[in-house]
């Protein structure tokens, strides 16, 4: 039960055994699937019982529906939460699954496994990793922003300032998250297996047993890096008969095969670690660096290092300054895309992708091309994103501006201020072609229906503790229809396709439809007007050196003279 790649896996080098296989967290499950909902987040030490509680209260209703399954209506009574914010909860679950589950359906719109459930809530009490520091402080002094109109405002830091304050504090790699993570399981593994599994007659650790279907649930957490499933590593369910259901294991057996396999991942990450110290870059590096990202032109394309023992499932562009970053579907690798810490730029993802981050962003342009799953925004102060995507999550930002195609509310949690949204304003070749590839559907757009959550996110150490848990976040406001504009992709020349976008796929809501259109007579206007000028040569030169001396004023006022050189072709 391992994330399945828009891309296939790597073959594995030979200098790499064939029996080599670590147990991984998946990452998905802890970076996409938290929700800020207090009553979803129980203290640690009544963790495990106050959830085995809940099991006995979601079970009749589990056994009712016959397949073992709850819908939004029996969380929200029995977490004694709004309707709505069970049908959230179900719908984040449904986005972070290791497979599409049919039953629950894309959405969470239908019936959840009570087991996944269960595990879903479990890791709500997750804390992140703090930040750790970034490498090259005095060159990020030099950079990033340091001041911020709302200094003073609710909170003593802009986002910016926030995730780089003091020690400017950067996002953890990924080795040191997935350490984090895999600690975490470490230390809660027996509290999870005793709730997954099922009561027989016996004693002690004896009356607590895993069939071969519920410890495959727990490919939820984890997963093994050459995409074997867990069943199949499992030397007590490995080779069973499909004909014949293997017998139910006890728990503590199970416990004691994932505690090695763990302690194992957790050894390698700290030799990598620590051969990592003192050098730059080496091989074993999880991330993919400012190396990996596509700069300039789509067709300067760097190789990347990548540690063998890992199939990477991550695409980074991160660090960028005052340029422009094209990635198009044959350069990202894996399901997800993250745009980290990137200042005054534009950076097209133009490829279809299951999961998107954007991260601790000023003044910058993103735009998504296609997202099936989730995006998420963090820390990022005067940043337009521009997203076509099943959800969207807001957390911790302001005056930003999100143009979105989103099938389900956008979601918006933390201390925000000075938010706009506004309907999904862009299109190029293939976009209707990776937004069919991740399952988007243009027929609905829910832009303008933002689901608001609470100020302090308790998951993130970095949410300001202005405020308390109750407290709703700022919404977001509408863009005026008179100030909308469509955003225009340069056309690269790429393989021919089939049946190309020509039109942005989201239909506009009618008022910007009708603002559009009055903007579109008003440019055909002037053009007829110029061109039934009466000039002779002389004035009609002056006329059109005047126009071009203008817009030349507005590419450098506005910054896009920088684009021009940027994306300009060899």
């Known amino acids: 039960m391992v994330d399945e790649s828009l891309d296939p896996p790597p073959a594995t080098p030979p200098m790499v055994a064939a029996s080599t296989q670590l147990l991984r967290p998946r990452r998905v ?25 809940l099991k006995e209260k979601l079970a009749p209703a589990a056994a009712a529906s016959g397949d073992g399954r709850v819908g939004a209506e029996a969380l929200a009574e029995a977490l004694q939460i709004p309707p709505g914010q069970a049908a959230l909860a179900l719908g984040i679950l449904a986005a972070v699954l290791p497979a599409e589950d049919p039953a629950l359906g894309a959405g969470g719109g239908g019936g959840a496994d009570l087991r996944d459930v269960l595990l879903f809530l479990y890791i709500q009490s997750y804390k992140r990793l703090v ?36 020690s400017r504090r950067f996002v953890p790699s990924q080795a040191d998250e997935e350490i984090h993570q895999l600690s975490y399981l470490q230390k809660h593994m027996a509290n999870i297996l005793t709730l997954l599994a099922d009561s027989v007659e016996g004693e002690g650790d ?4 895993l069939t071969m279907e519920t410890f495959e649930h727990l490919g939820f957490l984890v997963h093994f890096s050459e995409g074997t499933s867990l069943s199949q590593a499992a030397t007590f369910f490995a080779n069973s008969d499909p004909d014949m259901p293997a017998a139910p294991v006890s728990a503590a057996q199970v416990h004691d095969w994932i505690l090695q396999n763990i302690v194992s991942s957790l050894e390698f990450y700290t030799e990598k670690s620590t051969a990592k110290e003192g ?32 199939h990477r499932n991550s695409t980074f562009v991160e660090g960028f300054s005052k340029t422009s970053v094209v990635k198009h579907a044959s350069d990202v ?23 998107a981050t954007v991260y601790g962003c000023s003044d910058t342009t993103v ?53 706009h949204i506004a309907p999904f304003n862009t299109y190029y070749p293939r976009l209707g072609e990776h937004m069919r590839q991740v399952g988007v559907d243009p027929s609905t757009n829910k832009w303008d229906q933002p689901f608001v959550l609470g100020v302090v996110d308790p998951h993130d150490s970095l949410s300001h503790p202005a405020g308390v848990s109750d407290v709703q976040a700022e919404s977001a406001t509408c863009v005026d229809p008179d100030l909308f504009t469509n955003f225009l992709i340069p056309n ?18 009618e008022i ?30 002056e006329l059109a050196s005047a126009l071009h001396a203008q817009f030349k004023d507005w590419l450098y006022a506005t910054g896009n003279i920088r684009q021009l050189y940027c994306l300009q072709g060899d």
């Open 29 to 53: 499950a802890f970076e996409y699937g938290l929700l800020p909902i207090p009553k979803l987040i129980f203290p640690e030490g009544a963790l495990a019982q106050t959830l085995s509680q």
């Open 131 to 166: 930040p750790r520091p970034h490498k090259d402080s005095p060159a990020v002094t030099d950079v990033w922003p340091s001041t911020s109109a709302f200094d003073g405002y609710l909170s003593a830091l802009s986002p910016i300032q926030l995730v780089r304050s003091n």
């Open 206 to 209: 004896d009356s607590l047993v």
């Open 279 to 310: 050098s730059q870059q080496i091989a074993s590096d999880l991330d993919v660096t400012m190396a990996d990202a596509n700069t300039s032109h789509p067709r300067n394309n760097t190789p990347t290092v990548v540690n063998p023992a890992f």
């Open 333 to 355: 690798k894996g399901h997800s895309v993250k745009v980290l810490n990137c200042h005054d730029s534009v950076i097209y993802i133009l490829a279809p992708v299951k999961y």
């Open 367 to 419: 735009v998504l091309g296609a997202v099936g799953k989730v995006v998420k925004v963090e820390h990022c102060e005067r940043v337009h994103i521009i997203a076509a995507a099943k959800q969207i999550c807001i957390a911790n930002c302001r005056e930003c501006i999100f143009y979105l195609g989103v099938t389900h509310r956008p979601l918006i949690v933390g201390d925000n201020h000075k938010l």
């Open 492 to 509: 690269w020349s790429e393989d021919a396709v089939q049946e190309p976008t020509k039109c942005n796929p989201f239909p506009l809501p």
């Open 512 to 541: 910007y439809q009708a603002s559009q259109s009055k903007k579109q007579a008003v440019l055909e206007d002037t053009q007829k007007t110029i061109r039934e000028l009466q000039l002779d040569e002389n004035r009609k030169k």
